[in-house]
């Protein structure tokens, strides 16, 4: 990455955690974009080179923290080599992501209407630069590699993440029914299920 496209991305980036911090601290509805770009320290003119309106640079912001989230994952899976089967390596990435979620109640709250397909739609085929593999590069690259062949493996994602959402934001945010690490155990097993019930025979 050039020096040129490094300054845009520095912005780019500056706007989208001015516009998180924003968001979290005095909510979508009551922070305007002038309040972004003053907060971020750039011209307004540059809000309008990388985002249409608010709308917008709140939906690139559900894609830019759930890239973070999941490539933080990856990453994390990249030094457990004795991790090797597919569904073991989803599995980690899973328990990797709950516990940052976790540990990060802001983001749980911006994304309470994301936590679901959209969440992990939208960071689909984001890049934060050229030179990385996108969230469904990583996963078509995993699946190619695994024990088993599934049908449909992006209905069985979508199953996943379904299920994951669904029964994990309540556990996060306020401990109902049981806290996180108590609902995980049964939460992973019925994934298991799912994984078994899309192999193909």
């Given at each position: 990455?050039?020096?040129a496209?490094?300054?845009k ?21 009551k ?23 608010k ?12 890239n973070?989230v ?6 994390e ?5 004795e ?11 899973i328990?990797h992501?709950?516990d ?6 802001n983001?749980?709250k911006?994304?309470a209407?994301?936590?679901?397909w ?13 030179d ?17 062949s ?25 401990q ?9 155990p049964?939460l ?5 299920g799912v994984?078994?019930q899309?192999?193909?025979t």
């Amino acid at each position: 990455m050039g020096k040129a496209e490094h300054n845009k991305q520095q912005k780019r980036d500056s706007l989208l955690e001015s516009a998180f911090s924003l968001f979290i601290d005095n909510g979508f509805n009551k922070t305007s974009i002038s309040d972004i770009v003053n907060h971020a320290g750039v011209a307004k003119g540059t809000f309008y080179l990388y985002f249409k309106d608010k709308y917008d640079i709140r939906n690139h912001l559900i894609a830019h923290k759930a890239n973070q989230v999941f490539r933080f994952a990856y990453n994390e899976l990249s030094v457990h080599p004795e991790i090797s089967q597919f569904e073991d390596q989803v599995m980690f990435m899973i328990d990797h992501i709950l516990d940052q979620l976790a540990n990060n109640l802001n983001l749980v709250k911006l994304i309470a209407k994301h936590l679901s397909w959209g969440f992990f739609k939208n960071s689909l085929y984001f890049t934060p630069n050229d030179d990385q593999l996108s969230v469904y590069e990583i996963y078509e690259d995993l699946l190619k590699h695994a024990e088993y062949s599934y049908r449909s493996p992006e209905l069985m994602m979508y199953t996943i993440i379904e299920l994951i959402s669904g029964t994990s934001y309540n556990a996060i945010l306020y401990q109902q029914p049981v806290p996180l690490d108590e609902l995980k155990p049964h939460l992973y097993e019925t994934v298991r299920g799912v994984f078994r019930q899309y192999r193909e025979t």
